[in-house]
């Protein structure tokens, strides 16, 4: 699943350039990629293409074992008072951070700078990285992933615990690490977020709750770096 995140990312950046670049037929494919990657418009449809791709696959994988997709991504209502609770979890995670990198003086937005300029619409960007990036980046990572890795670790009941802990780390520290457009500082961050939405998933049973977080917490930090560059 991790090597097919990144060639979905990969072919959702080539045909957005090849569909959407003034100079794509003539270019070449590293050329597509490398003016691809830093175009707003060209990325966010990207995102939406490598979210359609990885969507299918992941039905299409968990159909073949014969499973029900939405039982094994835990695609179910959760509780309300979970839910308030987890939001709580991850405003206080989402203050501290923000003091820690004001502390710090960092800029882990600055990547968005040359999409900003470049896109067509910023709502188009917005769209994508607030929306659609952290619907399928669970469904990959709390979900099918998650699910597959606890399942390993479970042979009686009794165990569910341990496979939960075991799948919460290593899929954080995956999340983490494919951020490549991040520091040492954004990733060690990242890695506790991660850890957030497993823990939303574990506690809620739910894969929608870590969703819903994801949104919130993209939609708060592009909130704040609009607000910035306004």
Not at 172 to 177: E, G, H, Q, T, Y
Request: hydrophobic content about 55%; charged content about 5%.
């Amino acid at each position: 699943m991790v090597i097919s995140f990144f060639i979905s990312q990969l072919l959702g950046v080539y045909v957005a350039g090849k569909l959407l670049l003034p100079a794509a037929k003539s270019s070449s494919v590293a050329d597509v990629f490398f003016f691809g990657s830093s175009n707003g418009t060209v990325v966010s449809v990207s995102i939406m293409i490598g979210g359609v791709l990885l969507v299918a696959l992941i039905v299409m994988l968990i159909q073949l074992r014969g499973g029900n997709w939405q039982q094994y991504l835990a695609l179910k209502p959760f509780s309300v008072t979970v839910g308030v609770g987890m939001l709580g979890l991850l405003l206080i995670f989402m203050i501290g951070s923000q003091a820690l990198t004001y502390w710090l003086d960092k800029s882990p937005l600055v990547f968005v700078d040359p999409l900003y300029q470049s896109v067509s619409s910023v709502w188009l960007l917005v769209f994508a990285m607030v929306i659609v990036a952290p619907l399928y980046e669970e469904l990959v990572f709390r979900g099918i992933l998650w699910s597959a890795i606890a399942e390993q670790f479970v042979v009686s009941p009794s165990q569910e615990q341990r496979g939960a802990i075991i799948a919460s780390i290593i899929t954080s520290l995956i999340f983490a690490v494919i951020h490549l457009q991040y520091g040492v500082y954004e990733i060690s961050t990242i890695v506790v977020l991660a850890l957030i939405f497993c823990y939303a998933r574990v506690k809620s049973g739910s894969l929608l709750l870590p969703m819903l977080l994801h949104i919130v917490n993209n939609g708060a930090a592009m909130w704040q770096y609009l607000a910035q560059t306004a």
